[in-house]
C-alpha cells in the first residue's frame, strides 16, 4: 500500500507478546488476525520498534523472570479514548 493509503486502513489485531525481564522483546506473535496483513504487520512493527522496553520492576523478578500478554490494538479512522492509564 501505498503511504497516503495507510489513513484509509482499519482493524484490530490482537497479539501475543512476551518480554523478559531486562525490557527485551522476546517474542510477539499474532493471535487473531485483523483480516489485513498490512495492519497486522503494522502492530508488529510497532512493539519491534519499541523495544527494549523497561526492565521489569524488581518486585516481580522473585517470582517473575518475563511477562507475557495479550494485546489488542485498534487501527480506526476516529479517534477513540484511550483505556490505557497509569498507576
Same mark, same amino acid.
Given at each position: @500500500?501505498? =503511504?497516503?493509503? %495507510?489513513?484509509?486502513?482499519?482493524?484490530?489485531?490482537? $497479539?501475543?507478546?512476551?518480554?523478559? !525481564?531486562?525490557?527485551?522483546?522476546?517474542?510477539?506473535?499474532?493471535?487473531?488476525?485483523?483480516?489485513?496483513?498490512?495492519?497486522?504487520? @503494522?502492530? =508488529?512493527?510497532? %512493539?519491534?520498534?519499541?523495544?527494549?522496553?523497561?526492565? $521489569?520492576?524488581?518486585?516481580?523478578? !522473585?517470582?517473575?523472570?518475563?511477562?507475557?500478554?495479550?494485546?489488542?490494538?485498534?487501527?480506526?479512522?476516529?479517534?477513540?479514548?484511550?483505556?490505557?492509564?497509569?498507576?
Amino acid at each position: @500500500a501505498e =503511504l497516503g493509503d %495507510l489513513e484509509a486502513l482499519t482493524g484490530a489485531p490482537t $497479539l501475543e507478546v512476551k518480554i523478559e !525481564a531486562s525490557g527485551h522483546l522476546s517474542a510477539v506473535v499474532i493471535r487473531q488476525s485483523s483480516g489485513s496483513g498490512v495492519v497486522d504487520q @503494522a502492530a =508488529l512493527d510497532i %512493539l519491534r520498534r519499541a523495544s527494549p522496553y523497561d526492565p $521489569l520492576p524488581d518486585a516481580w523478578l !522473585a517470582d517473575h523472570d518475563r511477562v507475557a500478554f495479550a494485546y489488542t490494538f485498534v487501527f480506526s479512522a476516529q479517534s477513540l479514548p484511550s483505556t490505557a492509564r497509569l498507576d
